[in-house]
């Protein structure tokens, strides 16, 4: 079974600054997707950014970039130039090419981004 | 260029009574994957289907709870006799093929059980 960790429940940053929201993965299967999805208040769920196993260069997307680190098994999203707009939770969620394609996510980061 | 749909946003339930979740795939897709929310936790894995088929249910509670993907029409999550720990928000996503594919989700139906 596939499982995520995601250890910063909370994470405040200022406006215009980076922030770095961590993501540990535990999976057996050398095959594997790595996806962020970003949920704010009003409770829908959006998808960021997306890294695959066998990608040699870290993704990006805007703003958003992935620090992905296979060895250590981590996908930390990092967020530059934050924005008021940023503040949401923030997920982490694996899925494994041999694992029905489900989903597996994290319990999230509530992000706020401050003046 | 509409995204997945899903209706009711909100749905208000008397414990015993029947909840029908209805989730419409983005144009082309042919994959549908039903995901529930619990209060302050990260989203569980239900059920994927693709059309008339049930792939896999293995996040699906044994009893009360089914799925469906018509050939036509859209995807429906039925809860039978609805329990007040049934409260949740419940999410559709979708995606084009299969194993590399971007699941997108819809904006979720907020299920409370008085």
């Known amino acids: 079974a596939q499982k995520i960790t995601q250890t910063q429940p909370g994470m405040f940053v200022q406006e215009k600054e980076a922030v770095t929201l961590d993501c540990t993965y535990d999976t057996s299967d050398p095959s594997y997707g790595l996806f962020w999805y970003k949920q704010p208040s009003s409770g829908e769920m959006i998808f960021l950014i997306y890294q695959g196993s066998y990608d040699q260069q870290n993704a990006t997307e805007g703003r958003y970039s992935l620090n992905f680190q296979k060895a250590r098994k981590s996908a930390n999203l990092v967020i530059s130039a934050s924005q008021l707009g940023d503040s949401a939770m923030y997920f982490c969620?694996?899925?494994?090419?041999?694992?029905?394609?489900?989903?597996?996510f994290g319990t999230g980061t509530q992000l706020k981004v401050e003046l | 260029n509409a995204g997945v749909m899903q209706n009711p946003r909100h749905l208000v339930r008397r414990r015993g009574q029947e909840a029908r979740l209805r989730c419409s795939p983005m144009k082309g897709h042919s994959h549908v994957y039903w995901y529930r929310q619990l209060p302050e936790e990260g989203l569980k894995f239900m059920v994927y289907?693709?059309?008339?088929?049930?792939?896999?249910e293995s996040g699906m509670p044994k009893e009360r709870f089914s799925a469906e993907f018509p050939k036509e029409g859209p995807s429906i999550l039925r809860i039978q006799q609805v329990v007040r720990g049934d409260s949740a928000a419940y999410f559709c996503a979708s995606s084009q093929e299969t194993s590399t594919d971007t699941q997108y989700f819809g904006p979720g139906t907020r299920l409370t059980v008085l």
């Open positions: 289907l693709q059309k008339e088929n049930i792939i896999d």
């Open positions: 969620a694996v899925r494994v090419t041999g694992g029905g394609n489900k989903l597996t």
